[in-house]
């Protein structure tokens, strides 16, 4: 029988835990922990924002983030890499275009073809809702202790070492 305990895992006796018990740990407790992380988002997305901001969705923030890391992407991309349908790609568009936040081009070496951009406008948008974002999940986490943060630090260090190697590049 394994026993768990927050941050540790053992055996009967002392001994050592094998590597598939470490990792039945490990999901466990990253599905506990999916809870947790969803009610830290909640809390952070639900801090008031300033008079004058206009709060962007999570999709218009992704799309946005996305569009940062690889600028003139086309309408259809971008819908299949926030796994959402054509049409509702189009009304985040619309809704972002609206703001200033996104222009869209055609495609010099595809007349028929569209390309999307960030705005400065929208890569300022971007740059204030993230420092918000980040703000917000800083407060969340402020009960944990110095060293729990540090463990949470290494830990998502190592989740994202995982989706690094897991993602087509």
């Known amino acids: 029988m394994i026993t768990h305990l927050p941050g540790r895992v053992s055996r009967p006796g002392g001994a050592p835990p094998r590597h598939q018990e470490l990792r039945e740990a490990a999901a466990q407790q990253l599905l506990r922990s999916v809870q947790v992380l969803r009610r830290i988002l909640k809390q952070a997305r639900a801090a008031a924002p300033a008079p004058d901001e206009r709060p962007l969705s999570d999709a218009q923030f992704y799309v946005l983030q996305l569009l940062t890391d690889e600028p003139q992407l086309a309408p ?5 890499r926030c796994a959402v349908s054509d049409p509702a790609m189009s009304k985040i568009l619309n809704v ?15 007349r028929r073809s569209v390309r999307v951009t960030v705005t400065p406008a929208g890569q300022q948008e971007l740059a204030r809702a993230t420092r918000a974002w980040l703000a917000n999940l800083a407060r969340a986490l402020d009960p944990l202790t110095d060293t729990q943060l540090q463990e949470v630090i290494t ?14 590049a």
Do not use: W
């Not at 609206?98 to 595809?110: E, F, K, S």
């Not at 830990?155 to 897991?166: C, I, W």
């Open 76 to 80: 259809g991309d971008l819908a299949v």
């Open 155 to 168: 830990a998502l260090g190592h989740l994202a070492s995982l989706g690094a190697a897991a993602d087509p």
């Open 96 to 110: 972002l275009e609206d703001q200033g936040l996104v222009a869209r081009h055609t495609d010099p070496a595809n």
